[in-house]
Every structure is written in C-alpha cells, then in structure tokens.
C-alpha cells in the first residue's frame, strides 16, 4: 500500500525513517534531519524542506552525496551492484540495452567528466515527465554539462539529485501528477506544430498567422471544446478565446442578513420581509497567454498559462461544477514581436490598443500584415475596413470582469536555484532601451601613443564595466549591453566609431528613472574625459506593471495552502499581463524551469510535478475567488 502523509506525521522517529528510506543515495541523514520538522502539511513540503536541510549541510556534504552516487552507465551497473531504486531508473531510461556505441562513449564521458570535476555526473534520467529520458538526450545532456564552471555543476547535481528523489518519494505516496502530465502533453503535441526550415531541424519556430500558428490556434479550439468550454472561437486577431459560464442565477447577497432558499438562491431580508431577489450579472476572470513562440524556441513560454487554467475548466466541467463567475481562457495570437513589429497585438487588442497602419507592415518574405490576415481568414469579407471594425469590438469592458493572472514559466534561474516549484510575481518590471554612438578618431594601433588615443570602443567597453557595477546596487534591477560593433573596424586601427545598445530594467519607474540618468551621466563623463563625443536616442520606454496588491495576496495564499513558503520577485521579461495591466488589475505566478532557467531556447524545460503544483494553485484561487462570490 502506498505511503500516506499521516502514516509518516505520526509514525516514531526510526519508523519514519525508514519509510523514506532509499530517498538519497546512500545518504539517511537528509531525511533524517526533514522528519525534525514534522507534521508536514503536503509532500510537497516535504520535498521543500529535503532541499532545505542538504542546502544548509555545507559543500563538502553535499560532494560526499554525489559521490555517494553511481555512474550513469558504470561499473555499479555492469556488476549489477546498483541499489533497488537506481536499477530501476537507469532501466527506465533504457541504460541497460546501450549499443556498443553508446556505451563506449557513456564511459568515455564518464571519465572525462570525472577528471574535470571530481565527483560522478549526476541526472534524473526519468525525466521531467518522469517516464525516461532517451540514451540521446542523456549523452547530449552528459555533453552540454562537461562544459560548465564546476560550481554550477555543483548546484545542477544537487538539483538533479532533488529531481531524483522526488520522484522516489511520488513512488512511495504512490502519487501521479495527472494534471501535471496532461499539462506536459498538451505542450508536447501542441510542439508539432513549427515552420518549414524549422521543422525539419527538429525546432520549434511559430510567428503570427503563419501556416504552424494557425494549425496550433485550432488545435487549442478543439482541445478547449473537448474540456468543456461552453465555447472558444478564434477571433478577429487569431486569439483563441474560450468561455466557460458562471452559474445561471447569482442573486446579490449583499445584505448581512440574507438566507437561502432550496433552490440556492438568495433572499436579503429587510425588516423582518423577504424582499423580491436581486440578480447580478455575473463578472469574469480573465486568464490565458500567448502561443506564438520566438524562432527556435522552447515549449513552454507563454503556452503553460494557457494549459493550467485550462485544465481547471476541465475539471470543473467533469465535476458538474459552476462558479459564481465566468472564466475566460484567451491564448493570444501574438505577444513576441517575431514576424511583425507589433509585440503584443494580442493582448493589446482586449485593451483596445491596436494600430491600424499595423495592417501594412511587411514580413522578411514582403507579406503584409493585411494579407496574412486574408490568408488566415480572419476577415473572410477582405474588406479593411469591415477588419479594423471587428478588431476595434474585441476591446473588453473592463467593469465586466474581475481581474486578469497569468501562469508563466520564469524565464530565468531563480526559483530554480531556490529549489522553489512556485513564485509569486509581484511587479513586471519597467524598462528602457537605447540605440546609440560613440565617435572617436581611428587611427594607427602601431603609432598612437596611448595617451593620446581616441578610442570609441575603450569608452563603451568602460560604459559597459558600468552596467554591471550600477544595476547590482539595487539588486532587482538589470542593465544590458546586447550589441557592440565597431563598423569597419581593422585589426591594426584604433576603433573610431562604436555603436551598442542598452537595456534598462528595473521594477519600479522611480528605480528605471535613477538607473537610467546615472548610466547616461556615466556616458557623458566617460567620453568627455577620453576625448570622444556620443550619439544616442531612446527606441522603447515601458512603465512598469506592478502585481494589484489583492490579486498578489490571493495567489500567495493559494501557494501557501499548498504548504510551499512564499517567494517574491519581479518579472524582468514582458509579458500580455503588462497590457491587460492597463485596464484591469493583474497579477502573475510564476513556475520554476530546469536547466538553470533558461529560455527562449530548446532547452527551455519544466516538470509535470511542478505543473502539477501550479494546477492545484490556480485551482486554490478559483476558490477563494468562489467563497468572496458566495455568501
């Protein structure tokens, strides 16, 4: 019989203990110290604080961890001397059946990472579904890794040893993240739909209205219809908006004296009289993100907040279940900007915020915006006009709706580094960026003195040292030199010209403002004192979005309700809350990615148990959201 939570709360200390035996490697110690801290309110908790008590056991207990491990691939396994729990991972990832091939160069990787790092390469081969990783993906895995900084190898060890024993530990509870993996294979079919010259190199690549997007926006239709969405529809813009009702009857319950009928209905009473029944319109909680996707992207960017509260809808529908409001799911069509220069169109036209010379703008192929929307058949009429009026009536009425929140993957490496499943974004940061010029003198490298150079490139390159100085002072802002060039420039000449962009973030307007002036004083003074002048012009300013403080509050409760502690932190990246922002309050989740975070990339990757933890929290502020509606 599986292992349940209260068993292990009240169990002796030495029974409990066994009960988590086999969790890390030959290593009782970890588990020992997280039973110090029962009653554990979730598993979820309990994995949290696994983390916790190896994070604060020091570095030379967690190398001695590592090293408790075996190889992947290894001599453990040829003497089949592997423990119960590592056979049966290294089976599932199909590591006894190696061609000769593979485990030649298994053994090959293995010595060579060994003499790098002096411990054993350590990854979860069940995956982030659980169900295996493929002998390619491990030995890519195995490559990729060989090249980090040893103390980030440390770190991603020990994350892959968390990713192992959590799913020991769903073993023994004999828990399934069902939610989670129907959240993973949506995302995972939803991926086989990329571009040609994309597709064929096994990268995912869909822009806005191209042949992929479209297949996906009706692939997305359908599968809403099949949750049970009272409808979804593809609309004006290429949005995919499906509604799922709120109960037929919400009557106002206003009245701190009110009592309910058989029928469910309320009835205020007013000096000792019923009075005749007060019925509302039902608002709306709007939800959902984008799924176009940048070129050679990864899976999850925008779409897991398409997914999450689908799946809530979908559960809802099985249990019969209504909400005193209706929820309306919109995976918008547009967000990043890659095939026109009109990042957010989606969620921009719910705002009201479309520009009508949009519809002129050309892509690398000379197509027109205009067009790809006849081709798309979003205007079957192909008349312009007739389009900007239907796109003009997707402007939502705020005073209809609740608020807006979206799940996001973070994007970067935070709660990855936490060993936290869940964030709570409290702000979308503000930003500013720049396009600009520094003018020299080019000149001979072999004959200048150095003190009397005009170097334009010395002076960025100082502005650039800069950056990085300034922006950890605040700790959440960031500061980016993307581009610098020398146009022209020789190997023998003194740079004359050199041009470079900045980006500017931070979470607050105040705080992008101070950054801001003290990057260009810095400039000034820097060219001033080499002798050089500068040339520079603002391409983007963006006001900051801060979390509405009652909607950042309901999902840190629903965070807690899942026993996990709460973490704040900014979003750095854009994302479509920052548009509803402008005409309703907005709050976002965010869900931990593996591999350090990253994304916009293929690498970009999440766990179904995480997804799992992020269907339970949306889930937990659909209730609270229900109870403040009911009385």
């Known amino acids: 019989m599986p292992l349940t939570l209260s068993q292990l709360n009240a169990a002796p200390a030495p029974e409990a203990l066994s009960m988590l035996d086999g969790l890390y490697e030959h290593s009782p110690w970890i588990a020992e110290a997280a039973l110090q801290q029962r009653p554990f309110q979730s598993v979820a908790q309990l994995k949290y604080l696994l983390t916790e008590v190896l994070d604060k056991a020091g570095r030379k207990a967690q190398i001695a961890l590592i090293r408790a491990h075996p190889e992947l691939a290894g001599k453990a396994m ?276 479309f520009n009508p010379e949009w519809l002129d703008q050309l892509d690398a192929d000379g197509i027109s915006m205009w067009q790809a929307m006849q081709h798309a058949v979003l205007c079957p009429s192909g008349d312009k006009a007739a389009a900007l009026q239907a796109i003009a009536a997707l402007k939502r009425d705020p005073t209809q709706y609740m608020g807006f929140v979206e799940v996001h993957i973070e994007q970067g490496p935070v709660l990855n580094a936490l060993n936290l499943p869940l964030g709570v974004v409290t702000a979308i940061n503000a930003s500013v960026r720049y396009v600009g010029e520094v003018i020299g003198t080019a000149s001979h490298a072999g004959t200048t003195p150095m003190n009397q150079r005009q170097d334009a490139a010395c002076a960025v390159a100082e502005l650039a040292l800069y950056l990085e100085q300034r922006a950890a002072q605040d700790g959440d802002s960031v500061a980016t030199m993307g581009q610098l060039n020398v146009p022209a420039g020789s190997i023998n000449v003194v740079p004359g010209r050199c041009s470079f962009s900045l980006d500017l973030r931070a979470p607050n307007d105040l705080q992008r403002n101070a950054l801001e002036g003290d990057v260009l004083q810095k400039l000034e003074q820097f060219c001033t004192r080499r002798g050089v002048r500068y040339e520079i012009q603002p391409t983007m300013r963006v006001s900051a979005a801060p979390s509405a403080p009652e909607w950042q509050q309901r999902w840190e409760a629903a965070v807690t309700a899942l026993g996990l502690p709460v973490h704040r932190l900014p979003s750095g990246a854009g994302h479509d809350a920052m548009k509803l922002h402008e005409v309703m309050p907005q709050a976002m989740l965010f869900v931990r990615g593996q591999n350090a975070g990253i994304s916009h990339n293929p690498l970009e990757s999440t766990t179904s148990d995480d997804m799992q933890l992020a269907v339970e929290a949306f889930a937990q502020l659909l209730e609270q959201l229900a109870g403040k509606n009911r009385s």
Not at 104 to 109: H, V
Not at 110 to 119: D, M
Not at 159 to 187: C, M, S, Y
Request: charged share 20%; aromatic share 10%; glycine share 8%.
């Open 78 to 353: 040829v003497s089949q001397s592997l423990t119960a729990e590592s056979t049966n991972e290294q089976s599932k990832a199909g590591l006894t059946n190696c061609s000769a091939e593979e485990f030649a160069r298994l053994q090959q990787l293995n010595a060579e990472y060994n003499a790098k790092f002096g411990w054993p390469f350590i990854l979860a081969v069940r995956g982030p579904r659980g169900t295996g990783l493929s002998r390619a993906e491990i030995i890519a895995t195995f490559e990729r890794r060989l090249h980090g900084h040893p103390d980030f190898e440390l770190q991603e060890c020990l994350r892959n040893i968390h990713r192992i024993a959590e799913i020991r530990l769903n073993d023994k509870f004999g828990l399934t993240p069902t939610l989670g993996n129907d959240v993973w294979d949506w995302q995972e079919a939803l991926s086989e739909f990329s571009e040609p010259g994309f597709a064929e190199q096994g990268q995912l690549t869909v822009t806005y209205l191209s042949d992929a997007h479209r297949a996906c926006a009706a692939r997305i239709q359908g599968w809403m219809l099949a949750c049970g969405f009272d409808s979804a529809h593809i609309d004006a813009v290429g949005n995919v908006v499906g509604r799922y009702e709120a109960l037929a009857n919400v009557f106002d319950t206003s009245s701190q004296d009110a009592i309910s009928n058989n029928n469910d209905s309320y009835l205020p009473r007013q000096n000792g009289e019923y009075s005749p029944k007060t019925l509302i319109k039902p608002k709306t909680l709007l939800t959902g993100s984008h799924y176009d996707t940048v070129r050679n992207a990864g899976k999850y960017d925008g779409r897991l907040g398409i997914f999450v509260p689908m799946a809530c809808v979908r559960e809802l529908h099985r249990a019969g279940r209504r909400l005193p409001f209706a929820i309306e799911v919109v995976a918008f069509a547009e967000e990043e900007g890659q095939r026109f220069k009109a990042t957010f169109l989606g969620s921009g036209a719910l705002t009201g915020d």
